[in-house]
């Protein structure tokens, strides 16, 4: 099984900044894309950003010019920079991830999610 462990939530005045984590453990053979998804009470989980194996990355429109999505391959991590912080970014931020793993002499691929992660930016 592989976890996904987010963290750096939390809560800001507006045009602050704040750092998500998502470490990534388990019975991992590759990591592929990451990414970061938001979802706010009684509404759909919208995307944030997403970054493949390869360091491509692709964001939400409304967030490409705030926020920056990294990650760390050796330590199975992802990043997400959050800049100019506003209200209506306060929602559960969420790390997804697509895990290749082995298991019983086969190689599997699935879809795993985080428990999220509360950010609250006050006016």
């Known amino acids: 099984q592989v976890q996904l462990v987010e963290s750096g939530g939390g809560l800001l005045q507006a045009g602050g900044s704040l750092r998500l984590s998502c470490a990534a453990s388990g019975s991992i053979f590759r990591l592929n894309a990451m990414g970061w998804y938001r979802q706010a009470p009684g509404k759909q989980r919208e995307l944030v950003a997403t970054?493949?194996?390869?360091?491509?990355?692709k964001y939400a429109d409304s967030m490409k010019d705030r926020f920056t999505i990294s990650r760390d391959n050796a330590k199975n991590t992802v990043y997400l920079q959050m800049n100019s912080l506003k209200p209506e970014d306060t929602d559960v931020y969420y790390c997804?991830?697509?895990?290749?793993?082995?298991?019983?002499?086969?190689?599997?691929?699935?879809?795993?999610w985080g428990q999220g992660t509360q950010v609250t930016v006050s006016s």
């Open positions: 997804n991830a697509d895990v290749s793993y082995y298991s019983g002499g086969a190689y599997y691929l699935n879809d795993y």
């Open positions: 970054i493949n194996s390869g360091g491509n990355t």
